[in-house]
């Protein structure tokens, strides 16, 4: 089992370019969630999705959207970078279940926007 | 909304214990978790409390007291590789899945 994955691991844009990062789990859970980490913010929410068909907003959504493409894949797409998008990116997963509380992380993804 | 207060770093001597507070404020409670995060790595895992009182896994325990809205992770027989940040994370308001994390804490270990 790989876990959860996502690519890329590095990246670097330019202000007003749009990317795509991936994020795919083999572990059938039903949850899926984008964070991101900042130095001395700890990580926070940005969406999540909570089972397959659907996804809502977390705690810093604006500048992002995001597809659940199936219950393995979900995806966090930056429209227009801004500088205040370079943070590190975290994909994780979890059972989704109410007493399975537990969050599997990905390696992450390190963005730097210019 | 919520919010969880940490102390931002706690150095400790190898071999002894040390205990990590965290206080939160939350509308609703779906538990305390413990999330242990190594320079450049991804978080990991470490316990979860829905109830009061003391988990224990291995050296690792979590406490909680929700009255107090309180929790602390207490590492024992200190090691090297423990040196690492520490973050709690209580789900809470819009349900469990919606998880607020604490800033973290940064432990040192020395020898």
């Known amino acids: 089992n790989a876990g959860v994955t996502q690519t890329p691991k590095f990246q670097v844009l330019k202000t007003g370019q749009s990317m795509t990062l991936q994020c795919a789990q083999d572990?059938?859970?039903?949850?899926m969630y984008w964070y991101r980490q900042d130095p001395g913010m700890g990580l926070r929410l940005i969406y999540y999705?909570?089972?397959?068909?659907?996804?809502d907003k977390g705690e810093v959504p604006n500048g992002y959207n995001v597809s659940r493409l199936n219950k393995r894949e979900f995806s966090l797409r930056l429209e227009s970078a801004a500088p205040s998008q370079t943070s590190v990116y975290f994909c994780?997963?979890?059972?989704?279940?109410?007493?399975?509380?537990?969050?599997?992380f990905g390696p992450g993804t390190r963005l730097t926007v210019t | 909304g919520q919010s969880l207060e940490q102390p931002s770093e706690v150095t400790a001597v190898e071999g002894a214990i040390v205990q990590i507070n965290c206080t939160y404020q939350?509308?609703?409670?779906?538990?305390l978790s413990w999330y242990q995060q190594h320079d450049g790595g991804a978080p990991t895992f470490l316990s979860y409390?829905?109830?009061?009182g003391l988990e224990e896994t291995g050296r690792f325990s979590s406490f909680l007291s929700r009255s107090d809205s309180y929790g602390y992770l207490l590492l024992q027989e200190l090691q090297m590789k423990d040196s690492a940040s520490y973050f709690c994370?209580?789900?809470?308001?819009?349900?469990?899945?919606?998880?607020?994390f604490g800033i973290g804490t940064k432990l040192q270990v020395i020898p």
């Open positions: 939350t509308s609703g409670f779906y538990g």
């Open positions: 994780a997963s979890s059972e989704g279940t109410t007493y399975s509380y537990e969050q599997y």
């Open positions: 572990m059938n859970h039903n949850s």
């Open positions: 409390n829905a109830l009061d």
């Open positions: 994370a209580v789900g809470g308001w819009g349900g469990y899945q919606k998880v607020t």
């Open positions: 999705s909570a089972s397959e068909g659907t996804t």
